[in-house]
Protein backbone atom coordinates (compact mmCIF):
# COMPACT_ATOMS: atom_id res chain seq x y z
CA UNK A 1 0.00 0.00 0.00
CA UNK A 2 1.41 3.43 -0.75
CA UNK A 3 -0.07 6.68 0.39
CA UNK A 4 0.33 10.62 -0.45
CA UNK A 5 -0.29 12.57 2.36
CA UNK A 6 -0.88 16.99 1.73
CA UNK A 7 -0.83 18.49 4.21
CA UNK A 8 -2.29 21.99 4.99
CA UNK A 9 -3.88 22.45 1.04
CA UNK A 10 -6.98 24.82 0.13
CA UNK A 11 -9.53 22.92 -1.59
CA UNK A 12 -10.73 24.92 -4.81
CA UNK A 13 -14.61 24.40 -4.79
CA UNK A 14 -15.32 22.88 -8.27
CA UNK A 15 -17.97 22.45 -10.23
CA UNK A 16 -20.19 24.50 -12.90
CA UNK A 17 -22.69 26.06 -10.43
CA UNK A 18 -19.70 26.74 -8.32
CA UNK A 19 -20.05 30.44 -7.03
CA UNK A 20 -18.08 31.01 -3.36
CA UNK A 21 -14.16 30.91 -3.42
CA UNK A 22 -11.85 28.54 -2.02
CA UNK A 23 -12.38 27.55 1.57
CA UNK A 24 -10.24 29.69 3.95
CA UNK A 25 -9.34 26.74 5.92
CA UNK A 26 -6.56 24.49 4.98
CA UNK A 27 -7.27 20.97 4.99
CA UNK A 28 -5.33 17.53 4.77
CA UNK A 29 -5.86 14.51 1.81
CA UNK A 30 -4.63 11.69 1.86
CA UNK A 31 -4.08 9.36 -1.53
CA UNK A 32 -3.77 5.52 -0.94
CA UNK A 33 -2.98 3.16 -3.54
CA UNK A 34 -4.10 6.12 -6.27
CA UNK A 35 -7.40 7.09 -5.05
CA UNK A 36 -8.02 9.99 -2.59
CA UNK A 37 -9.24 8.28 0.56
CA UNK A 38 -9.24 10.97 3.38
CA UNK A 39 -10.10 14.55 3.50
CA UNK A 40 -10.05 16.09 6.86
CA UNK A 41 -7.79 18.43 9.10
CA UNK A 42 -4.63 16.73 10.94
CA UNK A 43 -4.60 13.74 9.38
CA UNK A 44 -2.69 10.41 9.95
CA UNK A 45 -0.62 8.91 7.48
CA UNK A 46 -2.35 5.26 7.66
CA UNK A 47 -0.92 2.41 9.78
CA UNK A 48 -0.38 0.05 7.22
CA UNK A 49 1.02 2.32 4.64
CA UNK A 50 4.36 0.56 3.27
CA UNK A 51 5.50 3.95 1.75
CA UNK A 52 4.32 7.20 2.38
CA UNK A 53 5.35 10.68 0.90
CA UNK A 54 4.20 13.83 3.04
CA UNK A 55 3.74 16.87 1.18
CA UNK A 56 3.38 20.58 3.03
CA UNK A 57 1.23 22.28 0.74
CA UNK A 58 1.58 25.57 2.45
CA UNK A 59 -1.95 26.85 1.84
CA UNK A 60 -1.77 26.48 -1.62
CA UNK A 61 -4.88 25.38 -3.40
CA UNK A 62 -5.52 21.88 -4.61
CA UNK A 63 -7.76 21.22 -7.99
CA UNK A 64 -8.59 18.13 -9.49
CA UNK A 65 -6.26 17.24 -12.12
CA UNK A 66 -6.84 18.90 -15.50
CA UNK A 67 -7.17 17.02 -18.80
CA UNK A 68 -6.78 18.09 -22.35
CA UNK A 69 -9.48 16.30 -23.97
CA UNK A 70 -8.43 16.44 -27.45
CA UNK A 71 -4.57 16.38 -28.36
CA UNK A 72 -2.89 15.26 -31.66
CA UNK A 73 0.56 14.70 -29.80
CA UNK A 74 2.46 13.51 -32.46
CA UNK A 75 2.13 16.66 -34.05
CA UNK A 76 2.08 18.53 -30.82
CA UNK A 77 5.87 16.77 -30.27
CA UNK A 78 6.35 17.81 -33.64
CA UNK A 79 5.99 21.29 -33.31
CA UNK A 80 9.13 22.65 -32.39
CA UNK A 81 11.21 21.25 -35.32
CA UNK A 82 8.88 23.06 -37.94
CA UNK A 83 9.24 26.30 -39.31
CA UNK A 84 6.90 28.36 -37.75
CA UNK A 85 4.75 30.23 -40.30
CA UNK A 86 1.92 31.27 -38.17
CA UNK A 87 3.52 34.92 -39.00
CA UNK A 88 2.74 34.89 -43.13
CA UNK A 89 0.16 36.75 -44.18
CA UNK A 90 0.04 36.21 -47.29
CA UNK A 91 1.70 33.36 -50.16
CA UNK A 92 4.86 35.56 -50.43
CA UNK A 93 5.40 35.85 -47.13
CA UNK A 94 5.50 31.98 -46.39
CA UNK A 95 7.46 31.71 -49.74
CA UNK A 96 10.36 34.05 -48.40
CA UNK A 97 10.45 31.69 -45.10
CA UNK A 98 10.54 28.98 -46.84
CA UNK A 99 13.67 30.10 -49.00
CA UNK A 100 15.37 31.63 -45.65
CA UNK A 101 15.21 28.17 -44.20
CA UNK A 102 16.88 26.93 -46.86
CA UNK A 103 19.50 29.17 -46.70
CA UNK A 104 19.99 28.13 -43.23
CA UNK A 105 19.68 24.79 -43.83
CA UNK A 106 20.27 23.88 -47.40
CA UNK A 107 19.01 20.36 -48.55
CA UNK A 108 17.15 19.73 -45.78
CA UNK A 109 13.39 18.94 -46.22
CA UNK A 110 11.41 21.90 -45.13
CA UNK A 111 8.14 20.98 -42.86
CA UNK A 112 6.33 24.18 -41.81
CA UNK A 113 3.26 24.53 -39.74
CA UNK A 114 0.76 27.62 -38.97
CA UNK A 115 -0.28 29.72 -41.99
CA UNK A 116 -3.44 30.46 -42.32
CA UNK A 117 -4.43 30.73 -45.90
CA UNK A 118 -8.17 31.71 -45.16
CA UNK A 119 -7.69 35.55 -44.65
CA UNK A 120 -4.99 35.87 -47.65
CA UNK A 121 -6.53 37.33 -51.03
CA UNK A 122 -5.35 34.54 -53.53
CA UNK A 123 -5.09 31.04 -53.33
CA UNK A 124 -1.50 29.77 -53.70
CA UNK A 125 0.15 27.54 -56.42
CA UNK A 126 2.47 24.81 -56.27
CA UNK A 127 4.47 26.33 -58.61
CA UNK A 128 5.31 29.71 -56.61
CA UNK A 129 6.68 27.13 -54.32
CA UNK A 130 8.70 25.29 -56.76
CA UNK A 131 10.33 28.49 -57.85
CA UNK A 132 12.01 29.21 -54.29
CA UNK A 133 12.51 24.85 -53.31
CA UNK A 134 13.70 23.73 -56.64
CA UNK A 135 14.62 20.07 -55.68
CA UNK A 136 14.21 20.26 -52.00
CA UNK A 137 11.02 18.73 -50.48
CA UNK A 138 8.60 21.60 -48.84
CA UNK A 139 5.32 20.21 -46.46
CA UNK A 140 3.42 23.63 -45.33
CA UNK A 141 0.59 22.14 -43.01
CA UNK A 142 -2.32 24.91 -42.47
CA UNK A 143 -3.03 25.98 -38.97
CA UNK A 144 -5.90 24.20 -38.95
CA UNK A 145 -4.61 20.91 -40.08
CA UNK A 146 -6.65 20.02 -43.05
CA UNK A 147 -4.72 21.22 -45.94
CA UNK A 148 -1.10 21.27 -47.02
CA UNK A 149 0.98 23.39 -49.60
CA UNK A 150 3.06 20.82 -51.37
CA UNK A 151 5.62 21.79 -53.82
CA UNK A 152 6.40 19.43 -56.66
CA UNK A 153 9.50 17.04 -55.33
CA UNK A 154 7.31 16.33 -51.93
CA UNK A 155 4.07 15.43 -53.86
CA UNK A 156 6.04 12.90 -55.80
CA UNK A 157 8.04 11.72 -52.85
CA UNK A 158 4.62 10.88 -51.14
CA UNK A 159 3.18 9.53 -54.15
CA UNK A 160 0.50 12.19 -55.00
CA UNK A 161 -0.63 13.21 -58.04
CA UNK A 162 0.66 16.34 -59.32
CA UNK A 163 -1.86 19.86 -59.14
CA UNK A 164 -0.99 23.28 -58.93
CA UNK A 165 -2.98 23.54 -55.71
CA UNK A 166 -3.20 22.66 -52.05
CA UNK A 167 -4.02 18.78 -50.85
CA UNK A 168 -6.92 18.63 -49.04
CA UNK A 169 -9.18 17.05 -46.36
CA UNK A 170 -8.84 13.06 -46.62
CA UNK A 171 -6.18 13.39 -49.00
CA UNK A 172 -4.33 14.87 -47.18
CA UNK A 173 -4.78 13.06 -44.17
CA UNK A 174 -3.48 10.05 -45.83
CA UNK A 175 -0.95 11.27 -46.94
CA UNK A 176 0.59 13.09 -43.53
CA UNK A 177 1.29 9.04 -42.33
CA UNK A 178 3.75 8.92 -45.11
CA UNK A 179 5.86 11.75 -43.59
CA UNK A 180 8.57 10.10 -41.85
CA UNK A 181 9.67 8.80 -44.89
CA UNK A 182 11.23 12.51 -45.67
CA UNK A 183 12.13 13.63 -42.03
CA UNK A 184 12.26 10.64 -40.11
CA UNK A 185 10.85 9.51 -37.22
CA UNK A 186 12.94 11.30 -34.44
CA UNK A 187 10.34 14.51 -33.59
CA UNK A 188 7.76 11.16 -32.32
CA UNK A 189 9.72 9.20 -30.90
CA UNK A 190 9.29 7.66 -27.18
CA UNK A 191 11.61 10.72 -25.94
CA UNK A 192 10.01 13.60 -27.99
CA UNK A 193 6.31 11.89 -26.53
CA UNK A 194 7.72 12.07 -22.76
CA UNK A 195 9.02 15.70 -23.04
CA UNK A 196 5.69 16.85 -24.27
CA UNK A 197 3.91 14.91 -21.41
CA UNK A 198 6.36 16.50 -19.21
CA UNK A 199 5.54 19.67 -20.11
CA UNK A 200 1.95 18.57 -20.24
CA UNK A 201 2.71 17.80 -16.56
CA UNK A 202 4.41 20.94 -15.56
CA UNK A 203 0.83 22.95 -16.17
CA UNK A 204 -1.63 20.54 -13.91
CA UNK A 205 -2.45 18.23 -17.06
CA UNK A 206 -3.10 14.87 -15.99
CA UNK A 207 -4.86 13.17 -18.90
CA UNK A 208 -5.44 13.56 -22.18
CA UNK A 209 -7.34 11.95 -25.27
CA UNK A 210 -4.94 11.45 -27.93
CA UNK A 211 -6.57 12.24 -32.03
CA UNK A 212 -3.58 11.21 -33.51
CA UNK A 213 -2.77 9.01 -36.77
CA UNK A 214 -0.88 6.46 -35.31
CA UNK A 215 -0.06 2.84 -35.63
CA UNK A 216 -2.87 2.15 -32.35
CA UNK A 217 -2.18 -0.04 -29.10
CA UNK A 218 1.00 -1.23 -30.26
CA UNK A 219 2.68 2.01 -30.84
CA UNK A 220 1.26 3.38 -27.48
CA UNK A 221 2.22 0.22 -25.17
CA UNK A 222 5.65 0.68 -27.22
CA UNK A 223 6.10 4.39 -25.56
CA UNK A 224 4.76 3.45 -22.57
CA UNK A 225 7.51 0.56 -22.47
CA UNK A 226 10.18 3.52 -23.07
CA UNK A 227 8.89 5.72 -20.22
CA UNK A 228 5.67 7.53 -21.71
CA UNK A 229 4.08 6.31 -18.74
CA UNK A 230 3.71 9.72 -16.96
CA UNK A 231 -0.10 10.75 -17.52
CA UNK A 232 -3.35 9.47 -18.43
CA UNK A 233 -3.54 8.46 -22.02
CA UNK A 234 -6.91 7.52 -24.03
CA UNK A 235 -5.98 6.46 -27.26
CA UNK A 236 -8.85 6.87 -30.06
CA UNK A 237 -9.05 5.31 -33.15
CA UNK A 238 -10.05 6.50 -36.85
CA UNK A 239 -12.30 4.16 -39.34
CA UNK A 240 -8.75 2.81 -40.70
CA UNK A 241 -7.88 1.53 -37.37
CA UNK A 242 -11.31 0.53 -36.22
CA UNK A 243 -11.10 -3.29 -37.57
CA UNK A 244 -8.27 -3.92 -35.01
CA UNK A 245 -9.51 -2.23 -32.05
CA UNK A 246 -12.94 -4.49 -32.72
CA UNK A 247 -10.67 -8.00 -33.01
CA UNK A 248 -9.04 -6.89 -30.19
CA UNK A 249 -12.29 -6.69 -28.20
CA UNK A 250 -11.51 -2.87 -27.03
CA UNK A 251 -14.13 -0.77 -25.65
CA UNK A 252 -13.74 2.78 -24.49
CA UNK A 253 -12.70 2.78 -20.98
CA UNK A 254 -10.44 -0.69 -21.32
CA UNK A 255 -7.07 -0.90 -20.44
CA UNK A 256 -4.89 -1.33 -23.27
CA UNK A 257 -3.64 -5.19 -24.02
CA UNK A 258 0.14 -5.57 -22.30
CA UNK A 259 0.05 -2.31 -19.67
CA UNK A 260 -0.23 -4.88 -16.85
CA UNK A 261 2.95 -6.52 -18.23
CA UNK A 262 4.72 -3.28 -17.90
CA UNK A 263 3.26 -1.67 -15.56
CA UNK A 264 1.20 -3.76 -13.18
CA UNK A 265 -1.86 -5.23 -12.96
CA UNK A 266 -3.69 -2.18 -11.88
CA UNK A 267 -2.63 0.38 -13.95
CA UNK A 268 -5.28 1.96 -15.53
CA UNK A 269 -3.78 5.15 -16.69
CA UNK A 270 -3.10 3.76 -20.27
CA UNK A 271 -7.00 3.44 -21.64
CA UNK A 272 -8.97 2.91 -25.36
CA UNK A 273 -10.91 5.72 -25.81
CA UNK A 274 -13.34 6.06 -28.94
CA UNK A 275 -13.47 6.15 -32.64
CA UNK A 276 -12.65 9.29 -34.24
CA UNK A 277 -15.13 10.43 -37.39
CA UNK A 278 -13.81 14.11 -39.40
CA UNK A 279 -17.50 14.63 -40.73
CA UNK A 280 -16.56 17.89 -42.22
CA UNK A 281 -13.51 20.27 -42.76
CA UNK A 282 -12.43 23.33 -41.72
CA UNK A 283 -13.22 27.29 -41.12
CA UNK A 284 -9.60 27.91 -42.61
CA UNK A 285 -10.01 25.96 -45.27
CA UNK A 286 -13.80 26.53 -46.18
CA UNK A 287 -14.60 22.98 -45.68
CA UNK A 288 -16.61 22.96 -42.78
CA UNK A 289 -20.17 21.87 -44.13
CA UNK A 290 -22.72 25.04 -43.60
CA UNK A 291 -26.57 25.18 -43.57
CA UNK A 292 -25.82 28.42 -45.77
CA UNK A 293 -22.72 29.85 -48.23
CA UNK A 294 -19.65 31.17 -47.11
CA UNK A 295 -19.20 35.17 -47.67
CA UNK A 296 -16.90 34.11 -50.67
CA UNK A 297 -18.49 31.65 -51.98
CA UNK A 298 -17.43 32.49 -55.45
CA UNK A 299 -14.45 31.67 -54.57
CA UNK A 300 -14.85 28.00 -53.41
CA UNK A 301 -15.71 24.81 -56.04
CA UNK A 302 -18.40 23.90 -52.62
CA UNK A 303 -20.25 27.04 -52.14
CA UNK A 304 -21.40 26.16 -48.11
CA UNK A 305 -18.60 23.20 -47.32
CA UNK A 306 -19.24 19.50 -47.95
CA UNK A 307 -19.80 16.15 -45.46
CA UNK A 308 -16.42 13.90 -45.78
CA UNK A 309 -18.61 11.30 -45.38
CA UNK A 310 -22.48 10.39 -46.51
CA UNK A 311 -25.70 10.26 -44.23
CA UNK A 312 -25.69 6.39 -44.46
CA UNK A 313 -21.87 6.32 -44.00
CA UNK A 314 -21.79 8.22 -40.93
CA UNK A 315 -24.83 5.78 -39.47
CA UNK A 316 -22.68 2.78 -40.77
CA UNK A 317 -20.12 3.84 -38.31
CA UNK A 318 -21.35 4.94 -35.23
CA UNK A 319 -23.53 1.62 -35.46
CA UNK A 320 -20.37 -0.35 -35.76
CA UNK A 321 -18.61 1.60 -32.57
CA UNK A 322 -21.62 1.77 -30.63
CA UNK A 323 -22.49 -2.28 -31.06
CA UNK A 324 -18.83 -2.84 -29.65
CA UNK A 325 -18.69 -0.80 -27.11
CA UNK A 326 -17.23 2.07 -28.54
CA UNK A 327 -18.18 5.73 -27.85
CA UNK A 328 -17.39 8.11 -31.08
CA UNK A 329 -16.17 11.96 -31.00
CA UNK A 330 -17.87 13.29 -34.38
CA UNK A 331 -15.69 16.07 -35.86
CA UNK A 332 -18.11 18.35 -36.77
CA UNK A 333 -17.49 22.44 -37.35
CA UNK A 334 -20.03 23.32 -39.49
CA UNK A 335 -23.89 23.85 -38.15
CA UNK A 336 -25.24 21.47 -40.70
CA UNK A 337 -21.78 19.28 -40.01
CA UNK A 338 -23.03 19.38 -36.38
CA UNK A 339 -27.08 18.93 -37.43
CA UNK A 340 -25.99 15.82 -39.61
CA UNK A 341 -23.88 14.25 -36.85
CA UNK A 342 -26.88 14.34 -34.29
CA UNK A 343 -29.40 12.81 -36.39
CA UNK A 344 -26.52 9.98 -36.78
CA UNK A 345 -26.10 9.96 -33.23
CA UNK A 346 -30.11 9.80 -32.50
CA UNK A 347 -30.50 6.94 -35.17
CA UNK A 348 -28.30 4.72 -33.89
CA UNK A 349 -28.18 5.29 -29.84
CA UNK A 350 -24.60 5.93 -30.89
CA UNK A 351 -22.52 7.95 -27.36
CA UNK A 352 -20.18 10.04 -27.05
CA UNK A 353 -18.81 13.92 -29.08
CA UNK A 354 -19.12 16.50 -30.94
CA UNK A 355 -15.94 17.53 -31.45
CA UNK A 356 -15.54 21.44 -32.02
CA UNK A 357 -19.17 22.60 -32.55
CA UNK A 358 -17.46 25.63 -33.58
CA UNK A 359 -20.75 27.09 -35.58
CA UNK A 360 -24.46 25.80 -33.69
CA UNK A 361 -27.85 26.97 -34.23
CA UNK A 362 -29.58 26.94 -30.91
CA UNK A 363 -31.87 24.21 -31.67
CA UNK A 364 -29.13 21.67 -32.15
CA UNK A 365 -27.40 22.92 -28.93
CA UNK A 366 -30.76 21.56 -27.39
CA UNK A 367 -30.67 18.12 -29.24
CA UNK A 368 -27.11 17.89 -28.22
CA UNK A 369 -27.86 17.79 -24.61
CA UNK A 370 -31.18 15.94 -25.41
CA UNK A 371 -29.06 13.35 -26.45
CA UNK A 372 -26.53 13.43 -23.77
CA UNK A 373 -23.94 14.03 -26.38
CA UNK A 374 -20.86 16.40 -24.94
CA UNK A 375 -19.62 19.16 -26.46
CA UNK A 376 -15.82 19.08 -26.56
CA UNK A 377 -14.56 22.52 -27.69
CA UNK A 378 -11.54 24.24 -27.76
CA UNK A 379 -11.80 27.97 -26.80
CA UNK A 380 -8.24 29.19 -27.51
CA UNK A 381 -9.82 28.40 -31.47
CA UNK A 382 -11.86 31.66 -30.88
CA UNK A 383 -8.75 33.63 -30.71
CA UNK A 384 -7.34 32.47 -34.43
CA UNK A 385 -10.33 32.35 -36.33
CA UNK A 386 -11.97 35.72 -34.72
CA UNK A 387 -11.58 37.91 -37.68
CA UNK A 388 -11.78 35.11 -40.56
CA UNK A 389 -15.42 33.90 -39.31
CA UNK A 390 -16.23 37.82 -39.15
CA UNK A 391 -14.77 37.70 -43.09
CA UNK A 392 -16.81 34.54 -44.15
CA UNK A 393 -19.57 33.87 -42.17
CA UNK A 394 -20.48 37.35 -41.22
CA UNK A 395 -23.80 37.37 -39.15
CA UNK A 396 -23.51 34.06 -38.12
CA UNK A 397 -20.61 34.73 -36.20
CA UNK A 398 -23.13 34.99 -33.24
CA UNK A 399 -23.52 30.94 -33.07
CA UNK A 400 -19.83 30.56 -32.72
CA UNK A 401 -18.28 28.89 -29.78
CA UNK A 402 -21.59 29.47 -27.62
CA UNK A 403 -20.42 28.43 -24.91
CA UNK A 404 -23.13 29.98 -22.87
CA UNK A 405 -25.46 28.55 -24.78
CA UNK A 406 -24.71 24.72 -24.26
CA UNK A 407 -23.91 24.98 -20.83
CA UNK A 408 -27.45 26.56 -20.41
CA UNK A 409 -29.10 24.33 -22.26
CA UNK A 410 -27.96 21.14 -20.31
CA UNK A 411 -24.93 20.45 -22.31
CA UNK A 412 -21.90 18.77 -20.79
CA UNK A 413 -18.96 20.95 -22.15
CA UNK A 414 -15.29 19.61 -22.44
CA UNK A 415 -12.43 21.41 -23.13
CA UNK A 416 -9.29 21.27 -24.92
CA UNK A 417 -6.28 22.28 -27.22
CA UNK A 418 -6.53 20.59 -30.32
CA UNK A 419 -2.92 20.53 -30.26
CA UNK A 420 -0.98 21.72 -32.57
CA UNK A 421 -3.59 23.87 -34.05
CA UNK A 422 -3.84 25.32 -30.34
CA UNK A 423 -1.58 24.98 -27.42
CA UNK A 424 -1.63 22.07 -25.03
CA UNK A 425 -2.25 24.90 -22.16
CA UNK A 426 -5.47 23.94 -20.25
CA UNK A 427 -5.20 27.15 -18.72
CA UNK A 428 -5.06 29.25 -22.38
CA UNK A 429 -8.33 27.67 -23.06
CA UNK A 430 -10.00 28.79 -20.03
CA UNK A 431 -8.88 32.18 -20.16
CA UNK A 432 -10.25 32.76 -23.88
CA UNK A 433 -13.63 30.48 -22.63
CA UNK A 434 -13.75 33.25 -19.71
CA UNK A 435 -12.36 36.40 -21.63
CA UNK A 436 -13.11 35.43 -25.45
CA UNK A 437 -10.07 38.16 -26.77
CA UNK A 438 -6.61 38.03 -27.27
CA UNK A 439 -5.86 41.76 -27.85
CA UNK A 440 -7.04 45.23 -26.26
CA UNK A 441 -10.12 44.58 -28.14
CA UNK A 442 -13.63 43.90 -26.30
CA UNK A 443 -14.72 40.29 -26.10
CA UNK A 444 -15.72 38.69 -28.68
CA UNK A 445 -19.45 38.13 -28.50
CA UNK A 446 -19.36 38.10 -25.05
CA UNK A 447 -22.85 37.05 -24.19
CA UNK A 448 -20.85 33.65 -24.86
CA UNK A 449 -18.67 33.44 -22.35
CA UNK A 450 -18.03 31.01 -19.43
CA UNK A 451 -17.36 31.88 -15.76
CA UNK A 452 -13.86 30.87 -14.24
CA UNK A 453 -15.50 28.12 -12.36
CA UNK A 454 -17.43 26.72 -15.50
CA UNK A 455 -14.29 27.10 -16.94
CA UNK A 456 -12.60 25.09 -14.28
CA UNK A 457 -15.21 22.57 -14.38
CA UNK A 458 -14.99 21.83 -18.17
CA UNK A 459 -11.54 21.13 -17.89
CA UNK A 460 -11.18 18.29 -14.67
CA UNK A 461 -12.77 15.41 -16.49
CA UNK A 462 -16.24 15.62 -15.19
CA UNK A 463 -14.36 15.34 -11.28
CA UNK A 464 -15.79 17.90 -8.95
CA UNK A 465 -14.21 19.54 -5.50
CA UNK A 466 -11.47 16.96 -4.26
CA UNK A 467 -13.20 14.25 -2.25
CA UNK A 468 -12.72 10.50 -1.11
CA UNK A 469 -13.67 8.40 -4.01
CA UNK A 470 -12.01 10.29 -6.23
CA UNK A 471 -8.85 9.64 -8.20
CA UNK A 472 -5.34 10.86 -6.90
CA UNK A 473 -4.97 13.07 -9.98
CA UNK A 474 -3.90 16.48 -8.52
CA UNK A 475 -2.84 19.70 -8.84
CA UNK A 476 -1.17 22.48 -6.31
CA UNK A 477 -1.67 25.88 -7.33
CA UNK A 478 0.50 28.97 -6.18
CA UNK A 479 -2.61 31.22 -6.49
CA UNK A 480 -5.90 30.96 -5.94
CA UNK A 481 -7.74 30.78 -9.85
CA UNK A 482 -11.02 32.58 -8.12
CA UNK A 483 -9.09 35.42 -7.36
CA UNK A 484 -11.66 38.63 -7.91
CA UNK A 485 -10.91 41.05 -10.94
CA UNK A 486 -12.98 44.27 -12.28
CA UNK A 487 -13.02 42.99 -16.06
CA UNK A 488 -12.76 39.68 -17.68
CA UNK A 489 -9.57 40.80 -20.06
CA UNK A 490 -7.70 40.80 -16.07
CA UNK A 491 -9.20 37.46 -15.05
CA UNK A 492 -8.20 35.66 -18.61
CA UNK A 493 -4.38 37.48 -17.77
CA UNK A 494 -4.86 36.23 -14.66
CA UNK A 495 -5.39 32.36 -15.41
CA UNK A 496 -3.13 32.33 -18.58
CA UNK A 497 0.18 32.77 -15.91
CA UNK A 498 -1.23 30.39 -13.29
CA UNK A 499 1.55 29.15 -11.36
CA UNK A 500 1.59 25.13 -11.05
CA UNK A 501 3.61 23.98 -7.92
CA UNK A 502 3.05 20.28 -8.18
CA UNK A 503 0.76 17.60 -10.28
CA UNK A 504 0.22 14.30 -8.88
CA UNK A 505 -1.05 11.35 -11.33
CA UNK A 506 -2.67 8.30 -9.57
CA UNK A 507 -0.78 9.97 -6.13
CA UNK A 508 2.50 9.79 -7.92
CA UNK A 509 4.28 13.25 -8.36
CA UNK A 510 4.83 14.04 -12.32
CA UNK A 511 5.66 17.75 -11.55
CA UNK A 512 6.49 19.38 -8.50
CA UNK A 513 8.97 22.40 -8.61
CA UNK A 514 9.30 24.32 -5.34
CA UNK A 515 7.40 21.46 -3.14
CA UNK A 516 9.73 20.83 0.16
CA UNK A 517 8.83 16.57 0.52
CA UNK A 518 8.69 15.62 4.01
Same mark, same amino acid.
Given at each position: ? *?????? /? ?13 ? *? ?44 ? /? ?58 ? =????? &? ?20 ? =? ?22 ? *? ?44 ? /? ?12 ? @? ?50 ? @? ?76 ? @? ?38 ? &? ?38 ? =? ?55 ? &? ?11
Amino acid at each position: M *STLLIR /QARLVPVGPAVTAGP *SPRPVDVVVTDGRVTAVGADLPVHPGATAAEVVDAEGRWLIPGLWD /QHVHLGQWTLASQRLDLAAARSPEDATRMVAERLAEQPGHPVIGWGHRSGGWERDVTVSE =LDAVS &GEVPVVLISGDGHHAWLNTTAL =LHLAMPVRDSVVREKEWFAAYARL *STLVGDDGTSPAAYRRALDTAASLGVVGLVDFEFSGGAADWLHRWE /QGCDRLRVRMSTYA @EGLDEVLSLGLRTGDVLPGVADVTGPHDDRLQMGPLKIISDGSLNTRTAWCC @EPYADAHRLEYPAGQPNLSGAELRTLLERAHAAGLEVATHAIGDAAVAAALAAYATTGARGSIEHAQMVGRADSRRMA @ELGIRASVQPAHLLDDRDLTEKIWQERSSRCFAFRWMLDD &GVELALGSDAPVSPLDPWLAMAAAVHRSADEREPWHGEQA =LTVAEALAASTDGWGTVAPGHPGDLVLLDADPYAAFDSSAEQGAWLREMPVAATYVA &GEAVYGAGIELG
